[in-house]
């Protein structure tokens, strides 16, 4: 059974910081692409950053400089490191794998207010 489990929401100030982790289990990680989208209130679901199984990284224009994915294959997991964040990074934050199928997790919530 595949699961993902995130993990490192809450509630953050402007400016502050987060890393989110996503526990991926029942599948051979390393070969996987793995995205973090985003959904924010009312909004459609969009990709935040992906990381292919070599490492190369891709960005939304909003959060690039700001955002930073990795992963280790080793612990089965990727990181969203969020730095510099803004009222509109407040979304549920959901992992993602693709490898001809994809995976979903159920998401973690990220809100960012003063």
């Known amino acids: 059974q595949v699961q993902l489990v995130e993990s490192g929401g809450g509630l953050v100030q402007p400016g502050g910081s987060l890393r989110l982790s996503c526990a991926a289990s029942g599948i051979t990680f390393s070969i996987y692409v793995a995205r973090w989208y985003r959904q924010g209130p009312g909004n459609q679901r969009e990709l935040v950053a992906q990381?292919?199984?070599?490492?190369?990284?891709n960005y939304a224009d909003g959060v690039t400089g700001r955002f930073t994915i990795s992963r280790d294959n080793a612990k089965n997991t990727v990181y969203l490191q969020m730095n510099n964040l803004k009222a509109e990074d407040t979304a549920v934050y959901l992992c993602?794998?693709?490898?001809?199928?994809?995976?979903w997790g159920q998401g973690t919530q990220v809100t960012v207010s003063s």
């Open positions: 993602n794998v693709y490898f001809y199928i994809n995976y």
């Open positions: 990381i292919t199984p070599t490492g190369n990284t």
